[in-house]
């Protein structure tokens, strides 16, 4: 099971300001653990909303609307993330725990999300040819 650990924004993160060397150690530990583990993807870390662009569809085929950053961060913005790979959900949990958060930057959440396992079918470009393939064979003994 694939699991996202989400970091969210912080007023720090937002200014561009970035955790000290020990959080950053702490953190390079962390994703070597994972790593060690098995469980480690991806991981990445995000630039300040001011750098980014959101697009947003209104209702009823309208077109959509460009709104610039930078968005406050109350509005649950991304800071990083890091995408494991688990037996359970319980073990996701036990990493995201163990997840390092800075100390005396204020209050800091780490949202959890379980990713839908049928991505798996979009990262396998295997089974898009075999399905390609036989879809022409069918369509062949369709013709007969």
Known sequence: MRF??????????????QPNGEHREA???FKKSLLQAGAFLDADELLPSSTSVRIVYPAHDCEPNLEVGPFPVQQDLMAAYTL???ASEEEALNWALRMPVPPGRGPYKIEMRKLREQTDFLRKPDL???EAALKEQLDMLRKC
Not at 4 to 17: D, Q, R
């Open 27 to 29: 953190a390079m530990d």
């Open 128 to 130: 898009h040819a075999l």
């Open 84 to 86: 494991i790979d688990v």
């Open 4 to 17: 996202m650990l989400i970091v969210k924004a912080t007023g720090y993160s937002e200014a561009g300001l």
